[in-house]
């Protein structure tokens, strides 16, 4: 796959991240996705991170990333994003909506 194959990729990640399209996930990310941060409870693979990612879409649901840039060599891509949210939604049964945006990046 070509370096701006690869670009491609993470970019539609990032716009169906924004639009919550969650089930483009099935296309862009492979079934045995490694995510080496799982959160308490969350199952490996794809279905974990869209269970993840549908769980902070629930308690940020403006939740938007912009991509800065991106940087590829070889057939690896790195984005640096911001990330900007309203905390409006529980989060885990256990943090309830703060009200208060957030932007990381």
Known sequence: MSSEQNKSIVRRIGEAFNSGNLAAYDELVERDFMDHDLTPGQPPGLEGLKNFLGMLRKAFPDAHITSDFLLEEGDMVVERQTFTDTHR??????????RKSHTLG
């Open 89 to 98: 939604g529980e989060l885990r049964a256990s943090l309830p909506p703060a």
